[in-house]
DNA sequence: GATGTAAACTACTAATAGTAGGTTACTTTA
DNA sequence: TAAAGTAACCTACTATTAGTAGTTTACATC
C-alpha cells in the first residue's frame, strides 16, 4: 500500500501521534469512512461496529460526534444533494435557449450520477441489494407495457431499441414520481394527473407519427 | 369490536379450536397480517416478534412458512406487482386509439396506487419515514429547477401551479429512472440520454409556445 | 507540577433476525 | 380403539447491532 492511497484527511490524522485527533477533523474522517461503506454496502448493510473498527476508534466517539446512524446519512444525503443541485444550476445558467438549458441540464445530472455511481444508488434509490432485483423486475415488467404502448403501430420506427427501452423506463418513472407527488396533494383527481401525461406526450408522439 | 371486523381468513382459522392450522391457511394468515404491518410501519420498522404476537403463533411457525423476513416482502411485491400488471393491461387493452390507451393505461396505474395507498408507499418507494422527508426535499429542489426552466418565460401561461409542480415531479422522476436504467447500459453516453428527454419534451414545449 | 477539559475507552442494554431441539394434537393403520 | 406417524407448534436459545452510562487518558494552561 502507498502513502498515496491515503486521502488529505488521513494524511492529517497520521501527525497526531497518540491517536487524539481534534472533532472537526475525526467529523470529517467519519463522514469520509461512512461515505464509503454505505456506497459499498447500502444503509442497512453498514454496520455502526464496523465503521467504529475502520476509523480505529470505540463506538461512543462515533456517537458523540454525528450523533446516530441515521443523522450520519442525512449528513451525506445533504451533502450529495447540494453538491448535485449546483452542478446542475451551474450548467443551466451557462446556457441561453430553453433547449440548450434542458440538454446541458440533464446532462450535469447523468455526469453527477456517473461520477458517484453507488454512493447515488444509495442514497437515492433504496437500499442496496435488498429489494431492488424485485422492484425492477416489476419496472422491467411496466416499462415493456409501455414501450409496447407508445411504440407500436407507425410511430417512432426509425429509433434504436436502446431508445425505446430507455424512454420507456423513463415515462414509468415519470407515472411513479407524479404518484409520490400526489400523496401530498391528494385533492387532485386520478383522471387529472392520467390527462397531464398524455398531454405531455401526445405531441412528441404526433410528430413521430407525421415522419413517417 | 364487531365480528365483520374480521377477514374471511380470520374467520376461517377460528373454526379451528385448538388452534392447529393447516399450513396453507397460516400462510395466508401471515402474509395478510404481514402486508398490515408493512403499511402501517414500513420495512425496517416491522419486527417478527411483532409479527408473531399478532398471528399468535410463535416465530418458528413464521419462520417454517415463510422463510425470513425479506422473503415475506418478496412475496406481497410479486403480488401487487402482479395486480399492478393485470389492472393496466386491462386497462390499455380495453381502449382503440393510442391516447386512450394511454389515459386508460395511466388512470389504472393512479387508481392502484390510491387503493393500496401505504402499501404502495412501503413497498415501492422506501422504507417509510427514515430518509424519505430529506430526499423529497431534494427532488423538491430538483423540481423547482425543473420548473423553472420549462415554464419560465412564455411557455404553459394558460396553467395552474398544480400542474407546473407536478410535470416538474414527473420530469425529474423521469430522469431518475432514465440513470437507474442507465446502470444496466453504461455503454450509453451521457449525453445522449439528455437528449432524449429533450426530443420527447421540446415538442409539448413548442406547442405550448405556439399557442399564446 | 497541579488542574481543567477534550478525546477516547470499557463494558454494558435493548431490540431483533433467525434457529436447535423438543412437545402436542390430530390422522392413519392395524 | 390403541399404537405409530406426522403436521403444527412451542420454549429457549444465539448472534448481530444500534445506542448508552460511567470512567480514563493525553494535553493545554496556569
Redesign the pocket.
Same mark, same amino acid.
Given at each position: 500500500m502507498s502513502t498515496s492511497s491515503l486521502s488529505k484527511i488521513e494524511k492529517q490524522i497520521k501527525l +497526531?501521534?497518540?491517536? @487524539? #485527533? =481534534?472533532?472537526e477533523l475525526?467529523i470529517a474522517q467519519i463522514v469520509e469512512t461512512a461515505k464509503i461503506m454505505f456506497a459499498d454496502f447500502g444503509y442497512t448493510?453498514?454496520?455502526?461496529?464496523?465503521l467504529a473498527k475502520r476509523v @480505529? #476508534?470505540?463506538? =461512543? #466517539?462515533i +456517537?458523540?460526534l454525528v450523533g446516530?446512524?441515521?443523522n450520519l446519512f442525512k449528513i451525506l444525503l445533504d451533502e450529495a444533494g447540494k453538491e448535485l443541485h449546483e452542478n446542475i444550476q451551474t450548467a443551466v445558467d451557462a446556457c441561453e435557449s430553453l433547449d440548450n438549458k434542458l440538454r446541458s441540464g440533464g446532462l450535469a445530472f447523468f455526469n453527477f450520477v456517473k461520477t458517484h455511481q453507488p454512493l447515488w444508488l444509495a442514497l437515492f434509490v433504496n437500499d442496496q441489494g435488498l429489494f431492488n432485483k424485485e422492484i425492477n423486475l416489476i419496472r422491467e415488467e411496466q416499462a415493456e407495457l409501455v414501450a409496447n404502448l407508445i411504440f407500436s403501430s407507425n410511430a417512432f420506427t426509425s429509433v434504436t431499441p436502446a431508445y425505446i427501452d430507455g424512454i420507456a423506463h423513463a415515462l414509468n418513472g415519470a407515472y411513479e414520481a407524479l404518484a409520490r407527488w400526489w400523496f401530498e396533494h391528494p385533492d387532485i383527481e386520478a383522471t387529472t394527473l392520467a390527462n397531464w401525461i398524455v398531454e405531455l406526450l401526445l405531441p412528441a408522439i404526433s410528430l413521430a407519427n407525421q415522419q413517417f
Open positions: +497526531y501521534k497518540h491517536g @487524539k #485527533v =481534534p472533532k475525526r448493510n453498514s454496520s455502526m461496529d464496523e @480505529k #476508534v470505540s463506538k =461512543p #466517539v +456517537y458523540e446516530s446512524k441515521e
